[in-house]
């Protein structure tokens, strides 16, 4: 992440349009492209996927895989963490893998765990558990392995990505709830476009053959995760001639996040998609209360609390058990930050929130705090458009996910201050 002296005491103002008609090229899909370039270092090709994402998070690999150095440095980067260890776990060479504070005290041990149960050579170098690690690459045997469903799908996705050049392929079960699955199918399809034949060969159980991935031209999808804040605007807005344009979002995206059309049309937003391009406008919106299980979309989850405390809708959303893990303990930051607009969110044992509608006094000025968390920057900006401006420290933590975020904002109408 892009995070010095300098963005760490910067503020921004933002103040919102009357009127939301706009045409946004949101950035390509972070998901698939991490996915597709350690696929395609496996390859030993030299073609880069078309349309990479130009994020933190995309950047950090791409740097990595180009250059191998001794230390990895991450940065905040939670996919690259686990992508790279499963990578560099199975790939000759000898590698140091850290990060940020934070990334030292997000746990790795469960896919340490298993990479080491497939032969892998892998030291903590600090905190059992955590990352940094200490890495020496080798073939690994590969075989039966059983891993947690109700744990990251990086995890297993990382595992999966690998499967292939395994001496005996991998055969990977999935033990109790399974959770993000469309991440993991997500990955399967990555792996199909570049030649292998993994599959779901049981409803817990994904079996991955040894075979060599096949060089392909491949292009990026556009990510629907950074459409959902797009959808928020809409969904804010008391215009009903309001209209957001989005290229390169496809009809049946694989991607779990498109689910986010179809949550949001009950908010009162619409969507056509004709030629890769959706076209989000603004209709009737008549709902007393939302409940919903982020279980397979958990990167939706701040959206939507955001937007329905600001609607006054009351909600009750589950399967929020990985937000405690992410760049920042989700739970606790919507909490905090919604507390100082005299939203009372309720968290019922760090896996769902609850607000029945309860409310206490507005902070003076309230401040957002982003936690070096992308998503909460860009969940709360929209919130402008109610309160007609709103303030946020540090908001050059969207750089992780969506570099242009703030660029896109100036062109669609919002005024952009830097504060003092």
Known sequence: MHINIRTQDMRYIIKAPEKLHSEIRLPASKSISNRALIIQALTKSKIRPDNLSDCDDTEVIISALDNMPEVIDIKAAGTAMRFMTAYLSATEGEHTITGTERMKNRPIGILVDALRLLGADIEYLEKEGYPPLHIRGAELEGGFLSIPGNISSQYISALLIIGPILRKGLELRLT???????????????????????????????TVPPQQYQECAYTIENDWSAASYWYEMLALSDDTESRIILPGLKDASRQGDSVVRYLFSILGVKTQIDNNTATLTRHMRTLP??????????????????TCCILDIPFHFKGLATLKIKETDRIEALKTELKKFGYVIQDINGEELVWNGEKCEVQANPVIDTYEDHRMAMSFAPLAIKL???????PEVVTKSYPHYWDDLRSAGFEIIQAD
């Open 388 to 394: 007609g401006s709103i303030c946020i420290n540090n």
């Open 289 to 306: 209360r939302f409940d919903y299980d982020f279980i397979n979309q958990p990167d939706l989850a701040q959206t939507l609390v955001v």
């Open 176 to 206: 109790g709830n399974i959770i993000s699955r469309p991440y993991i199918d997500l990955t399967l399809h990555v792996m199909h476009e570049f030649g292998n034949k993994v599959e779901w060969t049981g409803v817990d159980t994904i």
